[in-house]
């Protein structure tokens, strides 16, 4: 946990038993982190306060590749990589649902809706089901038509719009009321993106690619509006993500470093 002021590292959270963390999450209040373990099968939580840490074992996985809070933060959602997704009650430790993946052997991103009635899961053959919540059934279907996969989705904040990142490099905008795609964003250079993330406002779109580029799209307009260059990668950067304000970008690459970009005077 890094201190953005001073860029210092405040404190170390250990996973117990693990090689390796692929994805973090906080809860809403930030009182929570949520840790996803690909190699072990495990979903750490962590008291921020107290620095207390929770095991969630995934039953069949070997690798549990993304975590989701719903908005209330008393339902923790963990995809794994034999494709299904394990509704967590956060307070008993205990399953509530498990939601199986049709046709994948692994979910890669999972992402709640801002009102919490639908989550989206974005597997390795390059559809998206969305799930009502309530129901803990598939309500649709959104297929990426070019790809092999789908490595991250992304609503924007007022829900009606999803984006999904692929792994040939394109991003797809889907209007989430008409289960319909709206926009191909094609990266320039890439033949893979990695992450994409809304800025607060709903209006920049954040893609980060496997040559180690961050652009920045204009939703409405559809064009590039900024190319962020990684000043020490060359495998990519595999993460972004908007802070509450929505102008600073931080982007975390494949050697290993996190780079914080201020937006203001690229995109007002």
């Known amino acids: 946990m890094w201190d953005i002021a001073t860029g ?9 038993g693990s090689t390796g963390v692929d994805y973090v999450a906080y809860g809403p209040g930030g009182t929570t982190l949520a840790a996803a373990d690909d190699y072990n ?9 107290t620095r207390k840490v929770t095991t969630l074992t995934d039953p069949r996985s070997k690798g549990v590749e993304s975590v989701a809070f719903a908005p209330g933060g008393t339902t923790l959602a963990a995809a794994d990589s034999n494709g299904n997704i394990y509704l967590w009650d956060t307070a008993s430790k205990t399953i509530t649902a498990t939601l199986t993946d049709p046709g994948s052997h692994g979910v890669d991103y999972v992402a709640y809706a801002p009102d919490g009635t639908t989550l989206a899961a974005a597997d390795y053959n390059g559809n998206i089901y969305l799930w009502d919540t309530a129901s803990k059934t598939r309500t649709a279907t959104l297929t990426d038509p070019d790809s092999g996969g789908v490595d991250s989705v992304a609503y924007g904040p007022g829900g009606t719009t999803l984006a999904a990142a ?3 490099g394109n991003i797809y905008l889907w209007d989430t009321a008409a289960k319909k795609r709206t926009a191909t964003l094609t ?6 993106v990695e992450s994409v993330a809304f800025a607060p406002n709903g209006k920049t779109l954040a893609a980060a690619d496997s040559n180690g580029n961050t652009y920045l799209w204009d939703t409405a307009a559809k064009k590039r509006t900024a190319t962020l260059t990684d000043p020490g990668s060359g495998g990519g950067v595999n993460y972004v993500a908007f802070a509450p304000g929505g102008t600073t970008l931080a982007a975390a690459d494949s050697d290993g470093s996190v780079y914080l970009w201020k937006l203001q005077a690229l995109h007002d």
């Open 41 to 49: 099968g495990s979903t750490y939580l962590w008291d921020i306060a």
């Open 187 to 192: 990266d320039p250079g890439s033949k893979g």
């Open 8 to 16: 210092k590292v405040t404190v170390t959270l250990i996973a117990p």
């Open 166 to 168: 692929d792994s040939n």
